[in-house]
T-cell receptor, first 116, second 117 residues
């Protein structure tokens, strides 16, 4: 149980294009989804928190107009990197939480974004 | 503000040896603590968690962790390491307000475990 998927697993795009990453909770309804960014050999940096049907809450220093988050349903959240540049190349990981007393986050397998 | 410290960036052990990965946290109230493991190029898998109750927590893959409030620690242990345990291990603490539904996690920098045959 508590499986989270991400699509695509890898994406390569040209500078200036936009890329959409999907995060799905496959066997549970996620009240909250999180988006992280991980640089090589570093820890996870939380980018934003999203609750179904409401606007995402972005961490300080994260550009909300560049990293668009949509949480359309209790099983799907999307992250769109707009006008991507090489410095946006990174490993993006989502997680989903059932909420309530558990509050445990279940993580997706990640998406490797490479911007040429 | 909450923080998590994993003092060991890199640890190497021999297969079959015991393992202890250290984690210290800074938090005013009773913390919600987690250990996650990440294999190369993969997402994070939850090993175990501590919310309350018994301070010795059993997890998956033969791992356990002990919450010691007096030392602000939540060290991860395994009695006998297997080659497949080589990975990155992250300790995390629930941010303030965690129990109230605001379930943001604060991660440590991670410890990379290498296992020698």
């Amino acid at each position: 149980g508590a499986v989270v998927s991400q699509h695509p697993s890898r994406v390569i795009c040209k500078s200036g294009t936009s890329v959409k990453i999907e995060c799905r909770s496959l066997d549970f309804q996620a009240t909250t989804m999180f988006w992280y960014r991980q640089f090589p050999k570093q820890s996870l940096m939380l980018m934003a928190t999203s609750n179904e049907g409401s606007k995402a809450t972005y961490e300080q220093g994260v550009e909300k107009d560049k990293f668009l988050i949509n949480h359309a349903s209790l099983t799907l959240s999307t992250l769109t990197v707009t006008s991507a540049h090489p410095e946006d190349s990174s490993f993006y990981i989502c997680s989903a939480s059932i909420g309530g007393a558990s509050n445990t986050q279940y993580f997706g397998p990640g998406t490797r974004l490479t911007v040429l | 503000a909450q923080s998590v410290t994993q003092p060991d960036i890199h640890i190497t052990v021999s297969e079959g040896a015991s393992l202890e990965l250290r984690c210290n946290y800074s938090y005013g109230a009773t913390p919600y603590l987690f250990w996650y493991v990440q294999s190369p190029g993969q997402g994070l898998q939850l090993l175990l968690k501590y919310f309350s109750g018994d301070t010795l927590v059993q997890g998956i893959k033969g791992f356990e962790a002990e919450f010691k409030r007096s030392q602000s620690s939540f060290n991860l242990r395994k009695p006998s390491v297997h080659w497949s345990d080589a990975a990155e291990y992250f300790c995390a603490v629930g941010a303030e307000g965690f129990s109230g539904g605001y379930n943001k996690l604060i991660f440590g920098a991670g410890t990379r475990l290498a296992v020698h045959p």
